[in-house]
């Protein structure tokens, strides 16, 4: 074993861990070592399955081993602060899968842990650690559009209405908000490099799930800029976003899963188009293991800060209180 590397463990065996353990097993800066679930046939099926180590029966369990350097918590949105609260406190470094909580509060409490037990804690939005994401933000800031007047994000997919899923569980942080609206959100704020001031949310119930299954709004910024968005479970796929300015704009149709080899988007000025390719692409899993575990070993700081997280719940919140009282509300400063 390299020592550069650092030995992962995953909490929890969910869809979004089969993505993410081949990341850890081909990073050059990790080690595929524990996996977890509460069932240990489970755990010990999906250690086989991507070469990790050991399969423990339980979360705690995997806390408790003293070799786990890193844990991925891949855990209902509900479960996110308890548990990532118990492995900075074992002295673990933490990969919180999106949202990083279920409320604005809970995010307080697991910074602060973060904070006092010096161990690093990310939010999982992992188009953040991708090359194209940066170059669309370096064309945005270098006026090449100019002023930023609109910001439009789309994100939806097709859920069986008729299965179980985790998503449709109001107490578990379930919802469309919540599961893939964050990334319209964040992405919004990114590229605005500022806090909305004003938000508008209105949100449509499932009649068997009490959940918003589809959710549309409005950021209201300074500076003559607005951020539309709207997150649903009930159509095709349909991810895309499109950066509007005075000069010209910008359409990504790949913005939170870029392909590996040939990302692009296109670039308009008047009527001039440009496809753009990110020259280095490469998975956005494996570039977020590689640099969550690359800012532990050189101590740097990660592409996503805490106070990233914080505001973007902030906005989740307002968001939330708009959509139950159908009144625009106000950003409270995180």
Request: aromatic letters at 8%; hydrophobic letters at 40%.
């Amino acid at each position: 074993m390299i020592q550069k590397q650092l030995r992962w463990g995953i909490l929890g065996v969910g869809q979004i861990s089969e993505i993410l353990a081949p990341a850890i097993q081909s990073s050059r800066w990790a080690v595929p070592y524990a996996v977890s679930s509460r069932s240990q046939k489970k755990a010990k099926e999906f250690a086989e399955r991507h070469g990790f180590f050991k399969a423990h029966g339980s979360y705690q369990k995997l806390l408790d081993d003293p070799k786990v350097d890193v844990v991925y918590n891949s855990l209902p949105n509900w479960l996110h602060c308890e548990w990532t609260i118990k492995a900075l406190k074992l002295g673990k470094h933490v990969l919180c899968e999106k949202p990083l909580a279920n409320s604005l509060s809970e995010c307080k409490k697991m910074i602060k842990a973060s904070k006092m037990e010096k161990r690093l804690l990310v939010e999982a939005f992992a188009y953040r650690f991708h090359p194209q994401t940066m170059r669309i933000k370096s064309i945005i800031d270098s006026g090449k559009i100019g002023k930023i007047r609109i910001i439009r994000a789309f994100l939806g997919f097709p859920l069986n209405l008729g299965t179980s899923n985790i998503r449709f569980k109001d107490q578990a942080g379930g919802g469309a908000l919540m599961d893939i609206g964050c990334y319209a959100i964040n992405v919004i704020r990114y590229i605005v490099g500022a806090e909305p001031l004003r938000v508008y949310g209105h949100e449509l119930m499932g009649t068997k799930h009490p959940v918003d299954l589809t959710f549309g709004g409005i950021l209201a910024f300074s500076k003559e800029i607005l951020g539309v968005f709207s997150c649903t479970f009930l159509t095709v796929r349909d991810f895309q976003l499109e950066i509007i300015g005075s000069k010209g704009n910008i359409f990504v149709p790949s913005p939170w899963q870029p392909e590996s080899i040939h990302p692009s988007f296109t670039l308009q000025l008047g009527t001039k188009k440009q496809v753009i390719t990110s020259k280095r692409g490469g998975n956005v899993y494996c570039l977020q293991v590689d640099q969550f575990s690359r800012c532990i070993r050189e101590k740097v700081e990660p592409n996503l800060s805490l106070q990233d997280s914080l505001a973007n719940m902030a906005v989740i919140e307002a968001l939330q209180h708009s959509s139950k009282t159908g009144r625009e509300i106000k950003v409270i400063k995180s």
